[in-house]
C-alpha cells in the first residue's frame, strides 16, 4: 500500500486513540468486588462487550451514556446480580476520564500535517469532546452516533462520512480507514469498499476483551501494534 496516495484519514476513537478497555474496567471492577464476584478484568469486559453490541442494535438512537448504562445493566443481569442507578450512572459518566493511549497525541499531531483527519466513533458529542482534550486532535470533520443515530457496524455513519468527503473535496479512493475494531470498523469498511489499517492494540493478549468476535466478513491491508508504529510508517513513506 502507498501510504502517500491517500488524502484523508478517517478513526474510530475508541479501542485505537482513547483506552477505553481501561476506562470500562475502571468502573466494572470496583462494582464487581462490591458483588462479590471473582471475576478479571478480561472477563468482566467480555461479558461486557456482548452486552454493549446487542444493546446498540436494539436502541440505535439511545446517547452512549444511557447505552453504557443499560449494558452494564444487562451485564449484571446476565452475571446474576443487580447494578444500581449510581454504578450504572458512574459508567455512563465516564467517558471524558477514559485514557488516551500514551502514542495517540503524538501520532495524531504526525498525521495531521499529511491527512486531513476525521473521526468516525460510537460515542456522543460531548463524550468525544472530553477525550479530544487528551488527543489535542485537529479534525477536519467528526461524526458520532448521536449525530448519525446508529452504531457502527451500522451505514450511518459511513453514510455522513460520504457527504463529509464530498464538502472536503476527498475523493471516495483517497479515504483510508484506521481502527481497533474489526467488529465495528472492518467489517463494514470492507462492505463499503475502502481500504484500511488495523491498529491491533490487542496484540500481545488474547481474546477479544470489551470487542465482539466480527460477525461477517472483513479485511484490512496493514496491521500495525499501536498509532505511533503506524505513523512511523507514514513517515517513513513520505
Known amino acids: 500500500m502507498d501510504l502517500t496516495a491517500f488524502k484523508a484519514l478517517s478513526f474510530d476513537c475508541y479501542g485505537t486513540l482513547i483506552d477505553w478497555e481501561t476506562g470500562i474496567a475502571a468502573v466494572l471492577s470496583p462494582w464487581a468486588r462490591e458483588q462479590g464476584l471473582s471475576l478479571s478484568d ?14 446498540q442494535a436494539a436502541t440505535p438512537s439511545a446517547l452512549y451514556p444511557d447505552l453504557l448504562a443499560s449494558a452494564f445493566r444487562l451485564m449484571g443481569s446476565a452475571l446474576g446480580r443487580e447494578v444500581s442507578d449510581e454504578w450504572a450512572r458512574r459508567l455512563g459518566d465516564s467517558v471524558p476520564d477514559w485514557p488516551a493511549f ?16 476525521i473521526i468516525l466513533s460510537n460515542v456522543h458529542r460531548a463524550g468525544f469532546a472530553g477525550s479530544n482534550q487528551q488527543l489535542r486532535g485537529d479534525f477536519a470533520a467528526i461524526i458520532t452516533a448521536e449525530d448519525v443515530g446508529a452504531y ?14 464530498d464538502s472536503l473535496g476527498v475523493k471516495r479512493s483517497e479515504l483510508l480507514h484506521v481502527a481497533q475494531s474489526l467488529f465495528h470498523d472492518h467489517v463494514p469498511a470492507k462492505r463499503e469498499g475502502l481500504p484500511s489499517v488495523w491498529i491491533n492494540r490487542r496484540r500481545d493478549r488474547p481474546g477479544w476483551g470489551a470487542t465482539p468476535e466480527p460477525s461477517g466478513d472483513y479485511s484490512y491491508d496493514l496491521e500495525f501494534g499501536s498509532m505511533g508504529e503506524f505513523a512511523d510508517a507514514v513517515d517513513k513513506a513520505f
Open 102 to 117: 500514551p502514542d495517540s497525541a503524538d501520532a495524531l499531531a504526525r498525521l495531521a500535517s499529511r491527512y486531513q483527519l
Open 42 to 55: 478480561e472477563e468482566l469486559l467480555l461479558a461486557y462487550g456482548k452486552q454493549e453490541a446487542a444493546a
Open 152 to 165: 457502527k457496524p451500522a451505514e450511518n455513519h459511513f453514510r455522513a462520512l460520504d457527504r463529509e468527503l
